[in-house]
């Protein structure tokens, strides 16, 4: 399992929420821990490694700014 990247906005730590179960399996939500965080929520991944890589691109892309 890959782990989740610091946060790009404010590099507290993230953690990835397990939401309800849906029809198709549960929800993933990455965020970041920091609760006064201007990017702390991202939107929800049916997939766990869809999530996680998708924050952990995020974290990229905004450190390339």
Known sequence: MTELKP???CGSEAELI???HTPTGN?????CTNKSCPGRVTKKWLDRQQAVDAWNRR???CKQS
């Open 7 to 9: 946060c790009p906005f």
């Open 18 to 20: 397990v939401g309800r």
């Open 27 to 31: 929800e993933y939500t990455p965020r």
């Open 59 to 61: 974290a990229e892309s």
